[in-house]
């Protein structure tokens, strides 16, 4: 009753109320009455959307005060010295490296910008998961890196909180959360009932209560310690759990929690002890029933699951399941809640991680309790964890949710060793793994189909295809990386062996089978899951591991991880039921179990001094052990060799992937060194023979020339041979594990890299393993990665050309490391493409040219390589022994016999291994020792093993098995042959007595499988080293034998008489085919440093020179050798086989020869179409059109068409065009009057106005002449097009109209994806193909008048004046209707539509002939003012320049021309009258209100020029010209004149009038500015005086003009007139412009226009009144000028005054001024809001022309369907747009209906872009680039330099 009465009252008043009543000292009845109130206030029955409770719990919370006020308060008592800022996905964090003490540190930017992380290894990133801020936890960071707020221990200078303060919170809160818990149990329902929108209904229902909580957190420490108590209180949790016993609504409530915790497999501890019988699931059903949504005891569910599983399976393998009785289930299924926390952690689970409830416990974490309850209560939830994360539909936002709140917990090493002896944690989470695992094993194919125990994972399922045990994993590696608990692992055996089985589960999965007959049809990418878990879940954890493993005192570590990796191989290699031959065409390349030991071998021998030997197996575990490795290899080369074809591209990917940078040291280097361990320990022939026969070629490997290859084609044969050689190379040379230190590997690496390619640093960083020397944070007494970089490599800065691609900066390898270090062994070992390999040998000989070593095309360079660790020394014994000896010899044999598919490539690994063998000697020779097993009549091959004895040992004969139609079979029977010869291999091996048939019969067939299978038997026996290589045992030969069979063997015996030694030198004499390539004496004078480099020739003389050093005797046998070396006489002279060789080889050379002519002749034509064709800098070469001169050359101009090829005339039937593109532009409405960029705003203070631009200038003076005068009078008075001005400009090609239709026609049904749209006319120019959209008709050229209007006839200024007039007059004739008439016509439409409509119509009557007549005479100014920008303002530089190239101002005026032609200037208002005649003032008309023309001091000079010019029938004779010219330079001047005085302060003004009216008196008056300027000024000042407006501006300037400076100003403002007519001169008459120096530009042009005769100039320097001439007197017009202005009565003076000051001078165009560090920008833009919608953008974009902001891709802000950036690139830049994407550095350029990227102007340190800020390094701006783009926004040259276009669909 008391609570209702409470509700109905204030609930501010009340509050304050019951905490009063809580501070007295009996305060029962306060607590009683509180407790009834919030019985009613958060009765869980109520809506949770409810919004009264939380406004109560508010009120109570802050006891009376405003809540806000509350919560300032209690903040002011922040003790926290963390910052433990959370932030979910996308949010821009920082991570230091040099600050970080885990690799997961992370900094908020407010904290990292306050710390000092200057010069330190930072890099700013995207949050994938979320995180938190580390700043203050000295756990995680060194406390240098703190920022200055968390620098300070805060705690200690904060007041303690007042006691009463949170008595309420205390009381209020427990129940707060119980009602937040109670919803979520109430709203819970299993997933399979309900569907996911359900359980976020319930979420967003309760979205405000717990942002409320959330709130509660960010108040500080003080409210975060009462959140803990309550929070991890077990009594509180006991007590208003259950609910009371009369509520049964609470009951009912309690009974859903147990219902939940039961259906999620999990019992509360006390539930177990009762239901013993329901566990027995556990030992059948295995992890699988648990795992499954079957609660113990409900078997028909699990069964219900197999079934299900069954049906899918269809095709599928069978799940493997195991049982688990073994295990601990107690962590997978016991839960047990003792407190709030508990329990909201367990509802977070199973609502999945809502974000706003991870945020929430994250929040909480800077309170070290809560911390530690938080951490221990999660690792207690692991396992449920797991299995709601298998079964979610959401694994991927769910693992980054997971992995956002255990990075918090596990990255600190105090918290997870705590957690690790307190909770078991590494048991909890192997065994969770293997849990995990275990749902998705199936059988092993492995060997063994039928009896394998063997299980694998199932690649193809979604737990790996998805990376689902990914958080799982990572937090696992996450803990690894802490060494007290990395020891702890490693000292728990029974840990280590259920790692070892969870890793065995990855031993041979996803197995490949070869097809042999068809191409698979579904190709699995099962293989991207299966590395990525070999990656994830075994390499990682075994790096983790390895890096504790590294000095003496761990070695008892390294030790039992070792055996345990051998226990575990051995029960693999029985349960695949293993003995000693893999199967054929089999291959896995997951063996985590074989990586394991071989490199804690490595570490063992390499960091802790452990001796080899005592890790090591015996020998029959050893020849087990080298099995599948060596498999892998010899499938490598398989797959190389397209024999895994049919398998589709998936094989060729798993190849490629095995030895990827971020692979190879987890895979292909722990192979081939456990490869090498195994080749020092065992028997060398026995590995040596197994090498040959597991790559296949061991029947290539004979004497005879011909041979039959069991397994083998013809074709593959090659490959795989090389294949084996070279990985012997590898095995033999390869020092990575076995001797070399870190640094020296980091060298090797770089240096392989390098030598591939040029590589930017981030691709370097990319490419070089990161294991054994991690690139991030320095390794102590290690080289760091940089200073590496700078010993290998030269930095090559990014060049530019305007036209090129933007390069990046690149690391080039330095002179000495090419010829010192270029290792092509470890080039091989690298390389993911077979074509890098290429690239290397290349680049080498490339630099073996340049720097004049070597001439030819080199060989492979041998590298000395770095001593073995005495460990390995046993390796050695690979290169001395025999059976590697016979087959060297038999390929030296082979090659010099020129048997089939030898190579280059064989003979160069040959002789690699020769030198190796001669560079690593066997120190100590135990040959004695051994006892004496009857030898397989070996001696008669060589008579000992080492290879330099060996090498001049002589073969006489050797018997060979050949196919019975070989060359070599003799057809009468042989002599008895002498006793020294010997038998091969391949054959018996006893000595032969003198009858020879009947010893053949005897002799069994002896082979080296044959040899290896005995081996294998007698490992004990050590002494048998037996001869090499195999023909297969033919089975008996009573065999049916089809027909068509190859032919049967025969057995032969050849003479050979060689030796090792003699085939050398006979190679020698091939390769260099000279007689006697190698003197007798050569040996004498050997000079050994340059055989360093070089080709086959100097191999060979290198090993002969080695040889000879290392024994007197093989020097005498050189020398002996040399003497009588002789040609090579194949075996039988002539036999057609080599006939057809030697034809064949001939035809080939032929060939060759042919293809080298028909090359370079195609070379020396293209290269001359370029020269012609793509001439883009040099106009000089434009023979077809040089635009003005060669139309007054030849009698009529002929142009080529490039479609047709045909040249001739343009004539009105049939025109030709000059391929143009049209665009719209705004560069010259951008001008300002400044020269100085405007800066980029980079703070709220900064602003960019428009209004000082030209465009804005020019709007404002048309607005201001309309509202006062007469709209035909103003819309000639100036000039439009500075916004969305229609720019033309050619490439100079021309090709005829109708060609260019038929063109059009083809593009058009071409579908091909263009990059343009050929229905708005685009296409690219047939020739060059530089883009376009429209054709320019070319005037038929009527050369005859041509002199005639160039020569000047001295005719006085008046009579020309006259024919100007007249020819105003007469319009000419109209032009007849013709095609090239109607051409021109289109064009003019093409024109139109090129530019908006707002840009064309200015007139008060849209569409009149004045608003087109302005906007025809305006696209001719436009065109030249541009061409004027594009010479750099001024026409100093004289010549064509480069876009004189593009213009085609030309032709575009006589299109222009003639469609003026349709209007005529009313003579009334001609301008020229009143330029030229004294003008009575007209009578007024009727119409009274018809308001005035446009003063003649207030009209725009080069328009009426233009105007002029265009209306005047073409052509027009120069004299003309000149003298229009003329008469509108005297207003120009006039105008000047008026400006001028303007600025003038009255007293100077009067004093100018004084003076000019005395100069008026002389008789020069009309020619000197003085008096001109005192009769302006004296006009001016009669009535209504604009010089009555502004003074005070005036008064400020303090400085006096002198004449110079007002002559000064008088040239400069009217240069840009000067200029413009030059340039039109230019292109009518093709004049030569003049270069000259700025200071006599205007002298310059006044001589080229004829204002100044030239001889003037010489003498004097020309000032701008002697230009002046005029008709009449100077001073009536100037008077009669003026008076047009006095007499405007309705225009008040100031406005008077701006139209009166029209200054015609601006700057060239700027893009914005960018900041020198890209931070700036992006900490200001990247968080900024939009202006239109108010939010911040995803994708923010910056304009570069005019600083807007705007949003890329916003839905947001659309307007009628078209995005922002395209709206706004059409506003700003006539549909040109430059943006800058904020978060990702980069430009992309808007062109109408396309869109590009361009690239960045923002590089790091080394010279590269970051394309999406992806590696976050500090990025500053490239001012080449910066240049470049805005050279090619005001060229207008994106079209043509960027070629990667595409639309954008108003998307943007």
């Avoid at 018997?959 to 139609?965: A, I, K, Q, S």
């Avoid at 705003?1241 to 900064?1246: A, C, G, H, L, V």
Wanted: charged share 20%; glycine share 4%; aromatic share 8%.
């Amino acid at each position: 009753m008391m609570a209702a009465s409470l509700l109905r009252r204030d609930k501010k008043a009340t509050a304050a109320h019951l905490k009063a009543d809580l501070r007295r000292t009996d305060n029962s009845s306060a607590l009683r009455q509180i407790h009834e109130l919030l019985d009613d206030v958060l009765n869980p029955e109520k809506p949770a959307t409810d919004t009264e409770a939380l406004d109560w719990c508010k009120c109570l919370i802050a006891g009376g005060e405003a809540f806000e006020q509350f919560c300032k308060t209690v903040r002011s008592y922040d003790n926290a010295t963390l910052c433990g800022l959370v932030w979910t996905a996308n949010f821009v964090a920082y991570r230091c490296r040099t600050c970080g003490i885990s690799p997961c540190m992370s900094l908020c930017a407010e904290c990292f910008n306050n710390g000092d992380h200057t010069s330190h290894d930072f890099n700013m990133f995207r949050s994938q998961a979320g995180g938190a801020c580390d700043c203050g936890d000295s756990n995680v960071m060194r406390e240098s890196g703190f920022c200055r707020r968390h620098r300070l221990r805060t705690g200690e200078n904060i007041p303690s909180i007042p006691r009463d303060l949170l008595l309420m919170s205390e009381l209020v809160l427990p129940r707060f959360i119980l009602s937040v818990i109670q919803y979520l149990r109430d709203g819970y329902t299993e997933p399979d009932t309900s569907s996911e929108r359900d359980l976020q209904k319930v979420l967003q229902q309760l979205e405000p209560q717990i942002s409320f909580l959330e709130e509660l957190t960010k108040m500080g420490g003080a409210m975060r310690t009462v959140l803990t108590k309550i929070l991890t209180n077990q009594q509180t949790f006991k007590e208003l759990s259950m609910g009371q016993e009369d509520n049964l609504f609470a009951k009912k409530n309690y009974d859903k929690y147990l219902a939940a915790l039961k259906n999620s497999g999990l019992v509360s501890v006390e539930d177990k002890a009762q239901s013993t019988g329901d566990v027995a699931v556990g030992a059948e059903g295995g992890a699988n029933a648990l795992l499954g949504s079957a609660a113990p005891g409900s078997p028909d569910e699990s069964s219900k699951e197999e079934d299900q599983d069954a049906g899918q399976s269809v095709g599928q393998r069978k799940r493997v399941k195991l049982s688990s009785s073994t295990k601990d289930l107690s962590i997978i299924e016991c839960l047990k809640h003792k407190c709030f926390l508990e329990e909201l952690l367990f509802w977070t689970i199973k609502y999945e991680f809502p974000q706003k409830k991870v945020t929430f416990l994250l929040n909480m974490l800077p309170d070290q309790d809560y911390k530690i309850t938080f951490t221990k209560t999660f690792v207690q939830h692991y396992a449920f964890i797991m299995k709601t994360l298998m079964k979610s539909h959401e694994s991927d936002t769910m693992s980054n949710r997971i992995v956002h709140i255990s990075v918090q917990l596990f990255s600190n090493e105090e918290l997870a060793r705590h957690v690790t002896e307190e909770c078991q944690l590494l048991d909890i989470m192997v065994t969770v793994l293997l849990y995990m695992m275990e749902s998705c094993l199936i059988k092993s194919e492995l060997q063994d189909e039928e009896n394998s125990r063997h299980v694998v994972v199932n690649c193809s399922e979604a737990l790996l295809k998805n990376n689902t045990y990914w958080p799982l994993v990572s937090d696992f590696i996450n803990i690894l990386s802490h060494q007290s608990v990395a020891k702890k692992f490693l000292e728990d055996h029974s840990l280590l062996m259920l790692w070892m089985s969870f890793v065995s589960f990855f031993q041979g999965m996803n197995l490949n089978k070869r097809e042999l007959n068809e191409h698979v049809e579904f190709e699995s990418q099962t293989y991207y899951a299966a590395f990525a878990a070999e990656l994830e879940a075994c390499a990682q954890p075994m790096w983790g591991l390895l890096t504790h493993c590294k000095v003496k005192e761990t070695q008892e570590y390294t030790k039992t991880v070792v055996r345990y990796c051998l226990e575990t191989l051995q029960i693999w290699f029985d349960a695949i039921s293993f003995n000693d031959e893999p199967l054929p065409n089999q291959v896995t390349f997951h063996l985590p179990l074989h990586r394991y030991y071989a490199m804690f071998l490595s570490k063992a021998v390499k960091c802790q001094g452990l001796d080899l030997d005592s890790l090591l197996p015996d020998q029959e575990m050893l020849m087990k052990i080298m099995v599948h490795p060596l498999q892998i290899q010899a499938c490598l080369s398989e797959i190389h060799s397209n024999m895994w074809v049919r398998n589709g591209l998936q094989i060729k990917g798993q190849a490629m992937t095995y030895v990827q940078s971020h692979f190879c040291n987890s895979m292909i280097d722990p192979d081939i060194f456990l490869l090498q361990v195994c080749a020092s320990r065992l028997d060398p022939d026995y590995f040596i023979s197994s090498v040959f026969e597991r790559f296949k070629v061991v029947d290539l490997l004979t004497m005879a020339s011909q041979h039959q290859n069991a397994v083998l084609d013809s074709e593959q044969e090659r490959p795989m041979l090389e294949g084996a050689l070279t990985f012997l190379v590898i095995l033999t040379s390869l020092r990575i594990h076995l001797g070399m230190t870190d640094d020296e590997i980091l060298r090797a690496e770089m240096v392989s890299q390098l030598c591939m390619n040029d590589r930017t640093h981030s691709s370097l960083l990319d490419l070089i393993p990161e294991n054994p020397n991690p690139k991030s944070g320095i390794v102590p007494g290690s080289c760091s990665f940089e200073e590496m970089l700078s010993a290998v490599a030269d930095f090559k800065a990014p060049v530019f050309e305007p036209g090129g691609s933007m390069q990046q900066g690149m690391y080039t390898p330095k002179a000495e490391v090419w010829e010192n270090e270029f290792d092509p062994i470890m080039v091989v070992l690298r390389t993911v493409y077979r074509r890098d390999v290429q690239s290397a040998m290349d680049r080498y000989s490339a630099f073996l040219k340049q720097s004049g070593i070597h001439t030819g095309n080199p060989w492979p360079p041998y590298k000395e390589r770095t001593p073995l660790h005495p460990c390995y020394n046993g390796l050695i014994k690979l290169l001395h022994c025999k059976t590697l000896h016979i087959v060297i010899f038999t390929l030296l044999y082979k090659i010099w016999m020129d048997h089939q598919n030898m190579s280059e490539h064989v003979l160069c690994m040959v002789l690699y291994l020769i030198e190796l063998g001669l560079d690593n000697q066997v120190q100590d020779s135990k040959e004695d020792e051994e006892p004496c097993i009857e030898e397989h009549c070996h001696d008669s091959w060589f008579p000992g093993t080492n290879l330099i004895s060996n090498l001049h040992h002589v073969i006489n004969f050797v018997r060979v098995r050949v196919p019975e139609t070989a060359p070599e079979v003799k057809r009468e029977a042989p002599p008895s042959t002498s006793s020294e010869a010997s038998s091969y291999g391949q054959n018996s091996h006893r000595r032969l007595s003198a009858n020879w048939r009947e010893n053949l019969r005897e002799a069994q067939v002896f082979s080296l499988v044959a040899e290896r299978r005995r081996k294998f038997q007698e490992i004990i026996n050590r002494s048998s080293s037996e001869a090499s290589l195999v023909v297969r045992p033919k089975s008996s030969s009573t065999r049916w034998v089809p027909p068509g069979t190859p032919p049967q063997l025969v057995t032969e015996i050849l003479e050979i008489r060689e030796s090792m030694l003699s085939l050398l030198v006979k190679l020698h004499q091939k390769l260099s085919s000279k007689q006697n390539s190698l003197s007798e004496s050569w040996l004498d004078n050997m000079d050994t440093s340059r055989h360093a480099h070089g080709d086959g020739i100097t191999a060979i003389e290198r090993i002969l020179t080695k040889a000879a050093t290392r024994s007197c005797q093989i020097k005498r046998s050189i020398q002996d050798i040399c003497g009588k070396v002789y040609p090579p006489v194949p075996p039988k002279k002539n036999s057609p086989t080599d006939k057809k060789a030697m034809d064949k080889e001939e035809r080939r050379q032929r060939a060759r020869e042919r293809q080298q002519k028909l090359l370079a002749e195609f070379a020396s034509r293209q290269k001359s179409f370029m020269e012609t064709a793509m001439d883009v800098e040099s106009p000089e070469t434009e023979a077809a059109m040089d635009l003005g001169a060669s139309e007054m050359m030849e009698s009529e101009v002929l142009y080529d068409c490039v479609i047709c090829g045909q040249s001739g005339p343009s004539t009105e039937d049939r025109p030709t065009g000059l391929v143009v593109l049209l665009q719209a532009s705004s560069v010259l409405g951008h001008r300002c009057k400044n020269t100085e960029a405007k800066n980029l705003p980079t703070s709220d203070e900064e602003h960019i106005y428009s209004a000082d631009t030209c465009a804005v200038a020019h709007d404002v003076r048309l607005t201001l002449l309309q509202r006062f005068f007469q709209d035909s009078s103003c819309l000639q008075s100036v000039s439009i097009g500075w916004d969305g001005g229609v720019y033309v400009q050619t490439c100079g090609h021309t090709l005829h109209i109708d060609c260019h239709k038929s063109y059009m026609e083809s593009l058009r049904n071409d579908q091909v994806l263009q990059g343009f749209s050929v229905d708005k006319g685009e296409f690219t120019c047939p020739l060059c193909r530089q883009f376009a959209n429209s054709v320019l008709p070319c005037r038929p050229g009527r050369s005859s008048e041509a002199g005639a209007w160039q020569a000047s006839t001295n005719k006085k200024t008046s009579v020309l004046i006259k024919e100007v007039e007249a020819l105003q007059d007469n319009l000419g004739l109209f032009p007849t209707e013709s095609n090239l008439s109607k051409e021109m016509e289109s064009v003019i439409k093409d024109i139109k539509n090129t530019t908006q409509k707002k840009y064309m119509d200015y007139g008060k009557n849209p569409g009149s002939s004045d608003n087109d007549f302005l906007f025809m005479y305006s696209l001719a100014r436009t065109n030249l003012e541009l061409e004027l920008v594009h010479r750099g303002g001024n026409l100093c530089c004289g010549g064509a320049s480069a876009t004189a190239k593009r213009s085609c101002l030309n032709q575009l005026f006589h299109v222009l021309a003639m469609h003026m032609r349709l209007y005529s200037i009313d003579s009334a208002y001609n301008p020229w009258m009143k330029l030229t005649q004294l003008t009575q003032s007209r009578e007024p008309d009727s119409f009274d209100d018809e308001r005035p023309e446009v003063p003649m001091l207030f009209r725009d000079v080069p328009s009426l020029l233009i105007i002029f010019v265009l209306t005047m029938p073409q052509p027009l004779r120069k004299e003309h010209f000149t003298c229009v010219v003329k008469m509108l330079y005297n207003l120009q001047f006039i105008q000047a004149l008026a400006a001028l005085s303007t600025k003038l302060r009255p007293e100077e003004r009067q004093a100018w009038n004084s003076s000019g009216a005395i100069k008026k008196e002389r008789a020069n008056a009309e020619t000197s500015f003085e008096a001109l300027l005192g009769h302006v000024i004296s006009e001016l000042s009669k009535s209504n005086s604009v010089y009555a407006v502004n003074m005070e501006d005036i008064m400020l300037s303090s400085s006096v003009w002198s004449p110079q400076s007002v002559e000064f100003s008088l040239q400069q403002y009217c240069l840009p007139f000067l200029r413009l007519s030059c340039l039109l001169q230019h292109h009518l008459y093709g004049d030569n412009l003049t270069g000259c120096l700025e200071q006599e530009e205007f002298s310059s042009l006044a001589v080229c226009l004829g204002l100044v005769p030239a001889t003037s100039v010489v003498s004097n320097p020309v000032d701008s009144a002697s230009c002046l001439e005029w008709a009449l007197s100077a001073f009536d017009l100037v008077t009669q000028w003026c008076a047009e202005v006095k007499g405007l009565s309705q225009v008040q003076a100031e406005q008077s005054l701006t139209l009166l000051v029209q200054d015609p001078q601006w700057a060239l165009p700027r893009l914005l001024q960018l900041p020198d560090n890209y931070n700036i920008i992006f900490q200001y833009y990247h968080r900024k809001a939009c202006t239109v919608c108010k939010k911040v953008p995803k994708d923010p974009a910056l304009c570069l022309v005019c600083g807007a902001f705007v949003c890329l891709k916003g839905v947001c802000c659309k307007q009628q369907g078209i995005s922002e950036c395209v709206l706004h690139s059409q506003h700003c830049g006539a549909a040109t747009g430059i943006f800058l994407l904020i978060n990702a550095s980069v430009i992309i350029i808007i062109r109408g209906h396309r869109f590009c990227l361009w690239g960045s102007v923002y590089l790091d340190t080394h010279g590269e872009e970051d394309r999406d800020l992806r590696r976050g390094k500090p990025l500053f701006l490239c001012e080449e680039r910066y240049r470049v783009l805005e050279q090619q926004w005001v060229s207008h040259t994106f079209d043509h330099i960027n070629k990667r276009w595409g639309p954008h669909y108003n998307g943007l």
